[in-house]
């Protein structure tokens, strides 16, 4: 098992900047893929973005492509997400998750979950 801690979350401006970071326990870090998903009120979840577990691929949604990136530390066991030109439509609160097998960007895969950090884009 894996447990999943997010940080970096807050307020900010429309066209800023923040970078979420997920702290995962365990030593076996570097076996599981990491996402990075949201769900703002009323919404459904969404993947954001997914690494492979070495980091060799990336996976982004259309929404976030070329604004956000995700990237990982496997001696550190942490993965990123850094969020550029923030719009207000990223308002919500955002999720790091760890996937065992699987495709890495296919959300059900992923098993284990972070119990989330705010983010909000305020206008």
């Known amino acids: 098992q894996v447990q999943l801690v997010e940080s970096g979350g807050g307020l900010v401006q429309a066209g800023g900047s923040l970078r979420l970071d997920c702290a995962a326990s365990?030593?076996?870090?570097?076996?599981?893929?990491m996402g990075w998903f949201r769900q703002a009120p009323g919404k459904e979840r969404e993947l954001v973005a997914a690494i492979t577990r070495s980091g060799g691929a990336t996976y982004y949604a259309e929404s976030v492509k070329g604004r956000f990136a995700i990237s990982r530390d496997n001696a550190k066991n942490t993965v990123y997400l850094q969020m550029n030109s923030l719009k207000p439509e990223d308002t919500a609160v955002y999720y790091c998750?760890?996937?065992?097998?699987?495709?890495?960007?296919?959300?059900?895969?992923?098993?284990?979950w972070g119990r989330g950090t705010q983010v909000t884009v305020s206008s």
């Open positions: 998750a760890a996937a065992w097998s699987g495709t890495y960007y296919i959300q059900n895969n992923y098993d284990y």
């Open positions: 365990g030593r076996t870090f570097s076996s599981y893929a």
